[in-house]
C-alpha cells in the first residue's frame, strides 16, 4: 500500500509513471480490439480517471476520450500532466453509479482499480452497459478475493481471504480510525471479486460475452517463456485459478 491513495498522487508522482501507464493503456486497447470491433475514431470513457494516464494515452492514439473522476484534486494533475505531455483532455466530476452521459454513448468503457471503491457495483456495471454502444466493451481491473496479495491496506496478512463481510467491517474502521493503512482514501475498497461472482454480476447488467485477463492476452506480446506460461494457464480451469491466486488484482472485458 503507497502512503497515499492513487487518486492523491502529486504531479511530480504522477509524472514519473507516466511511461508505463502509457504502454499499459495502450496495451489494454490492443487487448481489446480482439475481442470486438473498436473503430479508430472510438469514442471512450474512463471511471475514475484519477490523474490522466488513460485518457492520455487515448489522445495519443487518436481516440475521443472523455474522464470521470468524483475527486478534484486529482482532476487538477489530469489536466496539468496531460499538458506537460502535449494534449488536452476532457475531466468531469461524476461517479461511476451516475454517469453523466446519455446511453449508447461509447464504445470503451474503462475502470481501472475503481470498482472496488465504489459504494454499489451492481449500479456501476448497470451505468457502463448503459453508456456503451451495442458491441461496446468495458474493461476494469479491481481487487481479487483469491489472492492473498493485495494493496487495499496494510497490517492485514491474506487479507483477500478473509470474508468480504470482514473485510468491509476492517475497511470502515480503518477510515475512521487508522486512514493510514489504506493511504488516507475516503473511499476504501468494499468489493472484491471472483470470476464466479464476477461473470454473474456483469451477465446480470446485461453483458453477453465476458472475458477475463488469459483469454484477452495474445501469444505475441512476449518472447517464447511468456507464450508457454500463458498456454499452460489457460489449459485448465485449475491452472487458471493458480495463476489467478498468484496475482493480488483481477481484470475482465464484458461485451455488449
Known sequence: MTARATEQRSLDEAMAQLDGKLRHARAVISRLRRVTDIPSNARVLDVGSAQGYFLIACRRMGLDAVGVEPYAPAIDVSTSLAARAGVQIDVRRGDAEALPFDSSTFDIVHANSVIEHVSDARTAFSEAFRVLRPGGV????????????????RGFPAFGWYPDALKRKIM????????????????????????RKARRMLSAAGFKRIYDRWDLRSPDEGGRAYRVLLTVIRSSPATKFLADVALPACSYAAVK
Open 172 to 195: 470502515m474502521w480503518a477510515k475512521e480510525h487508522k486512514p493510514e493503512l489504506i493511504g488516507h482514501t475516503g473511499a476504501p475498497a468494499i468489493h472484491w471479486f471472483t470470476p
Open 138 to 153: 468495458f474493461w476494469f481491473l479491481t481487487a481479487s478475493s483469491l489472492s492473498p496479495m493485495q494493496s487495499e491496506i
